[in-house]
């Protein structure tokens, strides 16, 4: 097919040799979901996103796609589901490759949340269907077979396994779609492209309308998924725990780079300043060698040695100059000091058309505390925020605040308040109405909004701008505590890292609810966790947090049943043969996980990228899938070993 064509054809299917000494199964399972990106260029609404780039992401590796806001990453996403026509190159997929991702939100309907979640699967749903009806033999019996090659009859134990995941308790799980608010059904959408199993799943921000428990209970399920991910985020700590490899967009092209994030970002950096310093040699050959041109070009001994070099000037190719878009630094104002506390709650309750939602609050908040609420949404993590932002009144109890107390309240439904119509200069202009056009411009630019950006209406501005307005807006009094209740849904990486910055230099109280685990390790201090209508101070780290959630998440999302009657003591079992299988398995997770380690270290050096061997790198990169395939299955055994020793141990 010629570049161009506005036919979703130009998404072409294409098979792969097989590998040698790679049996023909996992070969065809390997080929089946390969995703390439072969010389692609791109523009839209004027502007190149992408100039003649290739990237081949391999069949079941998991990979974080990174790069700054706007570069044209959820763009990509869409030429790979053939919504928009390349102008030039091709991405290749396979014919048959189930391709799935997250477009909008699950439909307000009556079904409920399982069903809605089962009926992603549409050949389970169209056999079950079949099945009640069908009354020749022979097509029960094909029905009754493919049904058991595709795992039906565990399907509804999965889906509320990912429900449950989620967020969604069994009987949340039973309620019809319509009940929830539109968040809520970006999860039940997420859910259902989670059970649907696509060979090539494309997830855009999926923590975007997460909590941080579901982000958490996302990143293990991430790791295990058993085919090929490409997901577009700004969390670090998903991008080094779920993916192995980082797709990079910067400058109109795509750089795949293998590891998590900081593996990403170490080599990054080394590539950068290698780069840096081969200019700065170069550059002084440069000056060196025009120096003598300029010195001896009329001298007639000299003439010659001096129209060499000019030469040679001419034929030397310049380095490109590193040019790094540094990130504008967001900039909270000092506030004066207050004395302590500067909030205390006395036995308080708080909630809504006087039903408490939380009760017999005994809390205290100094100016030098940095506080992180955790807990699942809907518990109060929000009412607890507007309870100390003076946006509700307790209930009971008493709530005893310093009289000069300043609080600067970000909610992200602050975002979406902004009058669209207005440019930033105008919104706080209607704000600070005595101050001169020109201290308010100030103001926008100390928090990242520059001179075009103070002057564009608040509706053409990106998603990170108008949550840097939010920002400055929620500050602008230069508050004695600042209350953050998802401050990065919009911000990418760089932003995150500048927001981090400016609250460890901020001089008040933060208390702050985010789903992004490594922002709340990096500016908490202590952790309140908000659960069954209480909160109070938990002692653990968000460590200990991440695995009593995935405890609690990670099986079925029935409530567990009254514990049995004991059964007699059975005989005492010998273990001494599991024992040695779970030793012979551990050796083979060691030697393949150094198998991985070593080829991820020749992957991870510049110097392989430079060199322009593409076909070792590929092999290199089927290889990795081969041994993180065997890793996979060696670990199966390993655990399964392990839980039959359990099972022995408890019998004996």
Partial sequence: MRPGNTTTAAIKAKTAPVPPLVDKLSALRHTCAMLAFKNIGFTLEGKRLFDDCSAVIPAGHK????????????????????????????????????????????????????????????????????????????????????????????????????????????????????????????????????????????????????????????????????????????????????????????????????????????????????????????????????????????????????????????????????????????NFPTPEELSPPIIRLEDASVGYDGNPVLKNLELRIDQDDRIALLGANGQGKSTLSKLLANRLDTIDGRKIASSKLRVGYFAQHQVDELHLNETPLQHLTRLRPTETPAKLRARLASGGLGPDTATTEVRRLSGGQKARLSLLIATLDAPHMIILDEPTNHLDIESREALVQALTEYGGAVILVSHDPHLVELVAERLWLVRDGAVKPYAEDMEAYRRLLLSERGGSSEKKSKPKAKKPAAPKVDTSAIKAEISKCEDRVQKLEEMRDAIDSRLSNPMIYGSGDTQKIETLQKKRAEVLDGLERAEGLWMAALEKLEQAQGRA
């Avoid at 102008?87 to 290749?92: A, L, P, S, V």
């Avoid at 022979?138 to 009754?144: F, G, N, R, S, V």
């Fill in 63 to 330: 990979v974080g796609f990174v790069g700054r806001n706007g570069t044209g990453k959820t763009t990509l996403f869409r030429l790979i589901r053939g919504e928009f026509a390349l102008d030039t190159g091709e991405i290749e997929v396979p014919a048959r490759a189930r391709i799935g991702g997250v477009a909008q939100e699950a439909p307000a309907t009556e079904d409920s949340l399982l069903d809605t979640v089962l009926a992603a699967d549409t050949e389970r749903a169209d056999l079950m269907k079949r099945a009640e009806n069908a009354t020749d033999p022979m097509e029960i019996a094909d029905i009754q077979t493919r049904l058991a090659d595709i795992d039906a009859h565990s399907a509804e134990a999965r889906a509320a396994t990912i429900l449950r995941g989620l967020g969604f308790d069994a009987e949340a799980q039973a309620r019809p779609c319509s009940e929830f608010s539109g968040g809520w059904r970006m999860r039940v959408a997420l859910a259902a492209v989670l059970f649907s199993r696509p060979d090539v799943l494309l997830l855009d921000e999926p923590t975007n309308y997460l909590d941080l428990e579901g982000t958490i209970w996302l990143e293990q399920f991430l790791a295990r998924y058993p085919h090929t991910v490409l997901v577009i985020s700004h969390d670090k700590d998903l991008l080094n725990r779920s993916v192995g490899a980082i797709l990079h967009l910067h400058d109109q092209k795509l750089t795949l780079y293998q590891g998590n994030y900081n593996t990403f970002d170490n080599t990054r950096r080394a590539r950068l300043e290698q780069q840096a310093a081969a200019k700065k040699k170069q550059d002084a050959a440069r000056e060196h060698m025009q120096s003598f041109v300029d010195r001896f070009r009329a001298k007639a001994s000299k003439a010659r040695q001096a129209q060499s070099r000019l030469k040679a000037l001419e034929r030397m190719k310049p380095i490109a100059g590193v040019v790094e878009n540094q990130v504008a630094a967001f």
